[in-house]
């Protein structure tokens, strides 16, 4: 029987992935992502040995590189295992419109989130400064969030950026920027595979949806009290394209810490003396605050632009599903797509209902975070009975950054769709079997199933 492999690497909090599809004459290989949360113990070592295993399991050759989107997590080992990748030939490289810089629109986003995470940064510095336990929590947690990003301070060659880079300069590849819909796309060499683009949606409202609906939570909780600081964003906007910082006011309409000394009133009212006794007069970093909300923002705005796939197993039907860390905007664009593919004897639509009906193998989005994975209009539509989930997270590392991974909610509802189906690098096989399978379910599910210290493969049949 002719089967893909699907191998999860356990190297941490963090994506990447190796289809092997059978193909005549040799595998063919697509890579999707390759990265750890900055700060994970050992990162660079784990980065090389996952990249010496795919180096040694694709003799070096990628049929197709795919990059859904620029976080750490995803693109860290492309610069810290970029010696072992040295000699890696690529012939396709897949990319999300977003980051064609020759598209308008792209150029559009990539220039807005530049500009707020210059002055997150310095939002975060100016925090650090004013002192106090808020500005250091609020500080802390905005560091956290950053780390998706690679962290403040990254030293040069060892940014997202960078990371982005090197795929985009693989010698001889063919660099291809996805948008969702048009015709299904083909994986080099292999005849019995289509691959769908499902987004980043080509609308600029969708991509900065990335929270649900107040009224009509769309995901496995209630709707996120929500918004940037609109003084913030105003700062961030005024801010020039060379500027380190962002301020919420004009500086005509300030006043130094020498005039206002020489000026009663503020030496009544305003308080020039400890800052822990007297910060509560001051207001002047007030407005840093909002840096935690826009963080989040910057941080949920990337996640969707994520190039999201849906790879269908022609002979059977199957479908591996992709998303990247696509949130709620990315999800919704869906379900307007239609593609129309050839059949046997004539043409036939395809809609986005359809690929989710069909998904058996689902790498759920974003570590399992609460907008990752969409309800009615997601996982709700997956009733395959073959269902199964691979969950890229590492718990104690998410405990540990005071991140709900995976969410609840929706991890309990995961359980219930595949019946305990459920991968995750950490854990490994579930430890028995689960009550809703059957001895032979079970049995099948061992048999496509096989845990290894440096990864988890599963396989699907085609």
Same mark, same amino acid.
């Given at each position: 029987?002719?089967?893909?492999?699907?191998?999860?690497?356990?190297? +941490?909090?963090?994506?990447?992935?190796?289809?092997?599809?059978?193909?005549?004459?040799?595998?063919?290989?697509?890579?999707?992502?390759?990265?750890?949360?900055?700060?994970?113990?050992?990162?660079?070592?784990?980065?090389?040995?996952?990249?010496?295993?795919?180096?040694? %399991? &694709?003799?070096?050759?990628?049929?197709?590189?795919?990059? %859904?989107?620029?976080?750490?997590?995803?693109?860290?080992?492309?610069?810290?295992?970029?010696?072992?990748?040295?000699?890696?030939?690529?012939?396709?490289?897949?990319?999300?419109? &977003?980051?064609?810089?020759?598209?308008?629109?792209?150029?559009?986003?990539?220039?807005?989130?530049?500009?707020?995470?210059?002055? !997150?940064?310095?939002?975060?510095?100016?925090?650090?400064?004013?002192?106090?336990?808020?500005?250091?929590?609020?500080?802390?947690?905005?560091?956290?969030?950053?780390?998706?990003?690679?962290?403040?301070?990254?030293?040069?060659?060892?940014? %997202?950026?960078?990371?982005?880079?090197?795929?985009?300069?693989?010698?001889?590849?063919?660099?291809?920027?996805?948008?969702?819909?048009?015709?299904?796309?083909?994986?080099?060499? !292999?005849?019995?595979?289509?691959?769908?683009?499902?987004?980043?949606?080509?609308?600029?409202?969708?991509?900065?949806?990335?929270?649900?609906?107040?009224?009509?939570?769309?995901?496995?909780?209630?709707?996120?009290?929500?918004?940037?600081?609109?003084?913030?964003?105003?700062?961030?906007?005024?801010?020039?394209?060379?500027?380190?910082?962002?301020?919420?006011?004009?500086?005509?309409? +300030?006043?130094?810490?020498?005039?206002?000394?020489?000026?009663?009133?503020?030496?009544?009212?305003?308080?020039?003396?400890?800052?822990?006794?007297?910060?509560?007069?001051?207001?002047?970093?007030?407005?840093?605050?909002?840096? =935690?909300?826009?963080?989040?923002?910057?941080?949920?705005?990337?996640?969707?632009?994520?190039?999201?796939?849906?790879?269908?197993?022609?002979?059977? +039907?199957?479908?591996?599903?992709?998303?990247?860390?696509?949130?709620?905007?990315?999800?919704?664009?869906?379900?307007?797509?239609?593609?129309?593919?050839? =059949?046997?004897?004539?043409?036939?639509?395809?809609?986005?209902?359809?690929?989710?009906?069909? &998904?058996?193998?689902?790498? !759920?989005?974003?570590?399992?975070?609460?907008?990752?994975?969409?309800?009615?209009?997601?996982?709700?539509?997956?009733?395959?009975?073959?269902?199964?989930?691979?969950?890229?997270?590492?718990?104690?590392?998410?405990?540990?950054?005071?991140?709900?991974?995976?969410?609840?909610?929706?991890?309990?509802?995961?359980?219930?769709? %595949?019946? +305990?189906?459920?991968?995750?690098?950490?854990?490994?096989?579930?430890?028995?079997?689960?009550?809703?399978?059957?001895?032979?379910?079970?049995?099948?599910?061992?048999?496509?199933?096989?845990?290894?210290?440096?990864?988890?493969?599963?396989?699907?049949?085609?």
């Amino acid at each position: 029987m002719r089967r893909v492999r699907i191998r999860m690497y356990r190297q +941490g909090l963090g994506d990447c992935f190796l289809l092997t599809f059978p193909s005549s004459g040799t595998d063919r290989h697509v890579l999707i992502d390759c990265g750890v949360l900055k700060g994970t113990e050992d990162a660079s070592a784990a980065m090389r040995a996952v990249a010496t295993d795919i180096m040694g %399991t &694709t003799k070096g050759m990628l049929d197709v590189l795919v990059v %859904t989107h620029e976080h750490w997590d995803h693109v860290s080992g492309f610069v810290q295992a970029s010696d072992v990748f040295k000699d890696l030939k690529v012939t396709e490289v897949w990319l999300a419109w &977003t980051e064609d810089v020759a598209d308008d629109l792209a150029r559009e986003l990539s220039s807005r989130r530049k500009k707020a995470q210059a002055a !997150v940064s310095e939002a975060t510095r100016r925090l650090a400064l004013a002192g106090g336990e808020a500005g250091r929590r609020i500080g802390n947690r905005v560091n956290a969030l950053l780390e998706f990003a690679g962290g403040l301070g990254a030293a040069p060659g060892r940014t %997202t950026a960078d990371g982005m880079s090197w795929t985009k300069q693989r010698p001889g590849a063919d660099i291809r920027y996805f948008r969702p819909g048009g015709l299904p796309h083909t994986i080099p060499g !292999v005849e019995d595979v289509r691959a769908y683009v499902l987004g980043p949606p080509y609308d600029r409202k969708l991509i900065k949806k990335s929270n649900p609906s107040k009224r009509a939570s769309e995901v496995y909780e209630l709707a996120l009290a929500g918004g940037v600081d609109a003084g913030f964003m105003a700062a961030v906007e005024a801010q020039s394209a060379d500027s380190a910082s962002a301020e919420p006011f004009d500086s005509w309409f +300030g006043m130094g810490d020498e005039e206002a000394r020489d000026t009663e009133f503020f030496r009544k009212h305003y308080g020039f003396g400890d800052q822990d006794a007297d910060g509560w007069r001051r207001i002047e970093d007030e407005w840093l605050g909002a840096a =935690g909300r826009l963080a989040l923002q910057l941080d949920s705005d990337t996640n969707n632009t994520s190039l999201a796939l849906a790879f269908e197993l022609i002979p059977s +039907g199957r479908v591996l599903l992709f998303p990247g860390d696509a949130q709620v905007g990315n999800w919704l664009s869906w379900e307007a797509l239609t593609w129309t593919v050839a =059949g046997d004897h004539d043409t036939r639509t395809v809609t986005s209902r359809d690929l989710l009906e069909r &998904t058996v193998l689902y790498k !759920v989005g974003h570590h399992g975070s609460h907008n990752a994975t969409l309800r009615e209009k997601g996982l709700e539509l997956m009733t395959s009975p073959e269902l199964a989930a691979m969950v890229p997270v590492d718990r104690q590392t998410a405990k540990k950054m005071q991140w709900n991974m995976p969410f609840p909610s929706l991890f309990r509802r995961l359980s219930e769709k %595949t019946r +305990g189906r459920i991968l995750e690098p950490e854990a490994g096989l579930p430890p028995e079997k689960p009550a809703q399978l059957s001895d032979h379910e079970w049995s099948q599910f061992l048999s496509n199933t096989d845990p290894q210290d440096g990864w988890i493969d599963y396989w699907v049949a085609l």
